[in-house]
């Protein structure tokens, strides 16, 4: 192989794991919001959760169709999200970990949301900067329209979105969740005594496993973003963005992270298999089951 | 569009959003291609491009299998592509489209989403600013009543039956009321 072609290749490998990694992690976070749906605080926050819980499970999907596409192996979006193991799956332990309140729930959509509105905000710089906008219109230029699995012809050449695609989809979605997050953080911290309380050991408790992901990033590892975006940027701008909002919550993060993470290895890892158990049952019990 | 498009079209027109029954797709804005060719045994196949509202929203499988029954009784192939870029926004519904909206006691979208300026670096709006609704909906301009037309509204919730909507209540006639969210990409301009 080549020296060309083998870089070619890790790069292709890179991407391809940074790709089902955000995939994961939007997964695990989704279904961790939509477990709120029948114990949110209120009714309108139960609306909040499901819808967007739902807009993140569909950029998640996308994300899949994406992965499938490039795998080298024959797999499909289903089998990427649910088949494969708790060892297989790569998604950030911030959201993995269960909300402990509601504001845990909302700080986490904080932390989490930043970085996929950041990170979507630098692919979609990246891919304007490569080619202009296409017309909004019926441009066949467009490298974006291909057909997806969402073809209804099962004999047409399936291709997944581009990612480009995905992100611009997904830019004003996750802005809406985090106006949300935002005034909702706002409202907690110069609330009461119990919800500035709370707001700040929920900060306590989540910054540290937002600093792991940060950090992951910031050493250029694939499944915290390097491959997709230059990481160290995707870093730095969740880091003043996070910071901006929380300062306008008057919330300060804790100056250095807690030496030990509250639980090891081991401990994520049962926690992990605990959520796929549940993600992953209907898709397990009954194999193919379309409907 | 060509002519042989014309009545593909017509027969989109026919078909619904199913969660805004009164919403034709065509002006939703989600399809944004039709192309019509036969082979050389002159079977005819039509290809509909459409362009999804919200990443999650269900109620596009439903568009896709309702495009192909219905184009399927009167062409041999159908195919339903799915296109992601340019995204979709609200600015791509119709003018026909906004006013069916408000004539089934929707508001439709009317300004543009403001993007949370916080998150950005800037401030979100003060405390105190919050609607009398039970979430922190902010004071946003509210959009007029599709019933009794009063520019008064409070917002109940920011998110709603759908994905594409949100809850207001008129503080004129109390009459509560959905919101198309206006959608579009951050830092786009109306």
Redesign the interface.
């Known amino acids: 192989m080549s020296l060309r072609a083998a870089s070619a290749a890790a790069s292709h490998g890179s991407r391809a794991v940074a790709v089902l990694a955000l995939a994961d992690t939007m997964l695990l976070h989704a279904q961790r919001i939509s477990e709120w749906v029948g114990r949110a605080p ?4 139960e ?2 959760s ?3 819980a ?6 998640a ?2 994300l899949y169709e994406h992965a499938a596409a490039i795998s080298e192996e024959s797999t499909s979006p289903d089998e990427l999200a649910y088949g494969r193991d708790v060892d297989a799956v790569r998604a950030a332990w911030l959201a993995v970990d269960a909300d402990r309140d509601f504001a845990e729930l909302m700080i986490r959509l904080l932390l989490l949301g ?1 970085w996929y ?1 950041t990170l979507w ?1 630098l692919v ?1 710089a990246e891919a304007s900067a490569q080619a202009p ?6 441009g ?1 230029s ?1 490298p ?5 699995a ?4 099962p004999t ?1 050449r399936r291709r997944g ?2 990612l ?3 992100a ?6 996750v ?2 969740h ?3 997050a ?3 953080v ?2 907690l911290a ?1 609330g009461t005594d119990e919800s500035r309380a709370r707001s700040e050991a929920a900060l306590a408790r989540l910054w540290p496993m937002a600093l792991e992901l940060v950090d992951a990033a910031r050493s250029g590892q694939a499944d915290a973003g390097a491959g997709l975006v230059d990481a160290a940027m995707l870093a730095d701008q969740w880091q ?2 996070v910071l ?2 929380l300062d ?2 008057g919330l300060v993060p804790p100056l250095a992270p807690a030496g030990t993470p509250e639980m090891d290895a081991a401990a994520r890892r049962a926690t992990l298999a605990e959520v796929l158990a549940e993600l992953q049952h209907v898709a397990r019990e009954h194999p193919g089951a379309t409907w | 569009m060509n002519a042989d498009a014309t009545p593909v079209w017509e027969a989109l027109a026919g078909i619904c959003d199913p969660e805004i029954p009164a919403l034709p797709i065509t002006d939703l804005g989600i399809v944004r291609d039709v192309d019509v060719a036969s082979d050389a045994q002159g079977r005819v196949e039509v290809t509909v491009t459409i362009t999804p509202t919200y990443s999650g929203c269900p109620a596009m499988d439903v568009i896709e299998q309702a495009i192909g029954d219905t184009l399927g009784r009167s062409y041999d192939r159908v195919r339903v592509v799915t296109r992601l870029t340019p995204a979709w926004t609200t600015d791509w519904i119709s003018e026909r489209g906004l006013e069916l909206l408000h004539g089934s006691g929707i508001a439709p979208p009317r300004e543009p989403v403001e993007v949370p300026e916080a998150v950005a670096g800037a401030s979100f709006r003060p405390l105190g600013t919050f609607g009398a609704g039970a979430g922190p909906a902010a004071a946003l301009p509210g959009p007029a009543c599709p019933h009794c037309g009063a520019a008064d509204a409070e917002q109940l919730s920011a998110f709603g039956s759908t994905a594409c909507k949100s809850l207001w209540r008129c503080r004129s006639c109390r009459e509560p009321f959905d919101h198309f969210k206006p959608h579009r990409a951050p830092g786009a301009r109306e």
Request: cysteine-free.
């Open positions: 209120m009714l309108e926050e609306m909040a499901a819808n967007i739902l807009d993140i499970l569909g950029q999907s996308r930043t509105a905000d979609d906008p296409v017309d909004a219109g019926t066949t467009d974006a329209a291909a057909p997806d969402g073809a209804l012809d047409a979105p581009s480009a695609g995905i611009s989809k997904a830019r004003p979605e802005a809406y985090l106006r949300h935002g005034m909702w706002e409202r110069g003043q963005r901006a909002a306008t919550a």
